[in-house]
């Protein structure tokens, strides 16, 4: 995880030079993508406008950069065999046996240089430089073949067209922080051919003079080739520390990036969007007047990693709204009635934190378990005027729940719950997904939802500026059954955005509450650290009593006009605070 966000920050350095910086995320497991692993082992899966299920680290790389990449922006092993495979079975090879070197290192290299180019953001133009995270541990048979591509890779790129930053944890054992497990990184990484130019130090305190020293003497590198990287009270003050300590400077010197023409649009984009960052998570600069707590019921809630693009979205909605954000982690399961019976310890915790909390969000899963607890959860918040927000699964979740209960639906159910014999099935399989098939089978990527005529009273809508057409990302394949909307909308529920067709209802909206939105696409997955997700901006805004204030705001003078509102104070950019 940090390793991912050492990265991003890297590359958020770079673009402050006005440089067009591009991220790949090499992970060296067999999966072809993340679609189909499970959120428990191995943290949420991240989704990209063109359909992509890729690793985590790509959200970083986006919210950071404020770029859109591909999935061939996450290259894996299954990739990479899968493609080397394919040419050989079109002879590509002309019979010649099919080895790891040359074959496997060569498709990682020419993988690589052919993503590196590709636009990924407004200039539409070739990057400057590509940000390469490479994952796993040195020494994994799994990652010696992208290892060694790494190594023929610093000689194909040329003098300073390559530059390898090596992170390692550095332990404190006994109050003494400890450098041999370093010293024995960098030994093995050199041993494969890799010769680091920086060390990033992971440390939870700040790394003292002497193992500075020592890591320098024996990896056998300058001092100011030594980075730390100590825990920040917030990792988007990891820049920062890095900036501090010289890191474009380094960069520029290895790079020669001195000698690039670079336009002063993107030099002055560069500057403001520092000031910008700065001024966001810089603890000088930052007055946190209050804390907005926010319940989040969800099913894997003790690896919270599984939800990172959903925290990450509050964090930025919550900076904007200058609160402090306070997540009370629920598992949905607690909150049903079986645990009053079986552990009613947990029921009794469960209920508390939700009665604590001053807004609930439900966000997307799969499967049955914890469901009950979820529509539990959507009754309260319904019943009581609590803000609530609903991503995929919470907005099938806050129908389900009207259904049951202001509708007469009593059995109202999901297809993905009960199976297709259900009677009331108010969420169903999509038609055209295959049903046998797990990986990237779902509706994914970026698509359009239409505000519906009649729905200028939305909430949500009056942050989107009164688009009547929005773009967001979906990963789903159960979708609200169109027999029941009639039936649903004259019982109050308003299904204020659908898909083009009109046929797939992608926002549901409640009147008469102060916020109670569900939404079938991920808007998480759109958040930036400069521009919050509409939805979680609104939902936050909401809970912490500011809804009014953030809505008047974004009609009137955009994100600038909110950050003088909130704050007291001007900041200086373009429209973004």
Known sequence: MYLGIIASSTGLLLKTQGLKVSSIKVDPYLNVDAGTMNPREHGEVFVLSDGGEVDLDLGNYERYLNITLTRDNNITTGKIYQHVIEQERKGTYLGRTVQVVP??????????ERVARIPVDDT???PDVCIIELGGTVGDIESMPFVEAMTQLRRRAGRNNFLQIHVSYVPVINGEQKTKPTQQAIKAVRSAGLIPDLIACRCEIALDQGALEKIAHFCQVDNDQVI?????PSIYQVPMLLEQQGLIDSLKKILALDTLTISETLTKRGEQTWAQWQALTGTQTRNFHDTVEIALVGKYTELHDSYLSVIKSLEHSAMRCNRLLKIRWIDSEHLEAKTQISEPAKFHSAWHAMCEAKGVLVPGGFGTRGTEGMILAAKYARENKVPYLGICLGMQIAVIEYARHICGITDATSEEFHGAAAPNKLIMFMPE??????????????????????SEWSRLRALYHGKTEILERHRHRYEVNPAYIEQLEKGGLSFVGKDDAGVRMEVIEIKDHPWFVGVQFHPEYLSRVLDPSRPYLGFVAASAGLLSAVTQQYQDGGAQGLAAALNG?????SGMF
């Open 433 to 454: 997904v295959n049903k046998d098939t797990m990986g990237a089978t779902m509706r994914l990527g970026l698509r359009p939802t239409l505000f519906q005529e009649g």
């Open 124 to 126: 539409n133009e070739q």
């Open 103 to 112: 074959h496997i290192t060569d498709a990682i290299q020419d993988w690589i």
């Open 569 to 573: 104070v001007a900041l200086n950019g």
């Open 228 to 232: 730390m990287v100590r825990d920040m």
